[in-house]
């Protein structure tokens, strides 16, 4: 079956530190993997998406970067994280599908980033 | 997400008690999905729904997506503590593999 990892659950980082957040996925090939950002516990905006190894999309504008350096590997980045990154990070994948992704989309656990 | 309005923002029911959270589109929707979350922790998948005119039910959870697959419903029946969280909605709005969210609406049901 598939599952998805995603890495550290909670963290704590000063203004100014790097950021590097990790997900993976188990059981499956090709997925098409997603970050989403959750700030004051509502909505999910989404910030970046891959189709493919070394493929990424951003949605928005921001302090942050994403990469993928193996299929089931997605990586969220920053060099310098600021107060206004703090926030739920979610990572998610879906199975490939002509036009609608069937197979739904799952997340992961998140991860609770707080900036100092 | 612009793209989805969901409503009410927060709701909160006495127990035992229906309710209804709306989620609507301006674009045709390609999948509608419902998610649940308690605070701080991942989403837990509800229903997907994909056709106009579909209607899914789960426990006590029905979710509806109309004909024009512009608009969704999620209805809960007899409402328990259990049922409190954070509603999300999202959407396939481009030709699939891309899903949006709406703000959520937040849920408190008092024993």
């Known amino acids: 079956s598939q599952t998805i990892h995603q890495w550290p659950a909670t963290l704590v980082q000063p203004v100014g530190s790097p950021l590097s957040l990790e997900c993976t996925v188990e059981g499956t090939s090709n997925p098409n993997l997603y970050w989403y950002r959750q700030a004051a516990g509502r909505g999910l905006q989404l910030l970046f998406y891959?189709?493919?190894?070394?493929?990424i999309s951003s949605e928005v504008p921001q302090n942050l970067s994403a990469s993928r350096p193996q299929d089931r590997q997605f990586i969220l980045s920053s060099k310098k994280l600021l107060l206004s990154d703090s926030g739920f990070y979610l990572c998610a994948w879906t199975g490939r599908g002509t036009g609608v992704a069937f197979d739904g989309y799952t997340f992961g656990s998140g991860t609770r980033l707080t900036v100092v | 997400s612009q793209e989805l309005e969901q409503s009410p923002q927060s709701l909160i029911v006495q127990e035992g008690k229906n309710l209804t959270i709306n989620c609507t589109s301006s674009k045709t929707l390609y999948g509608l999905y419902w998610y649940k979350q308690k605070y701080g922790e991942g989403l837990i998948f509800l229903m997907m729904?994909?056709?106009?005119?579909e209607e899914k039910s789960h426990e006590k959870i029905t979710a509806k997506l109309d004909e024009k697959k512009q608009q969704s419903s999620l209805h809960i029946t007899a409402s328990q503590p259990s049922h409190a969280g954070i509603y999300l909605c999202?959407?396939?709005?481009?030709?699939?593999?891309?899903?949006?969210f709406g703000a959520g609406t937040i849920l408190r049901v008092k024993s």
């Open positions: 999202g959407a396939d709005i481009w030709y699939g593999n891309k899903l949006v």
């Open positions: 729904l994909q056709k106009g005119g």
């Open positions: 891959s189709v493919g190894i070394g493929q």
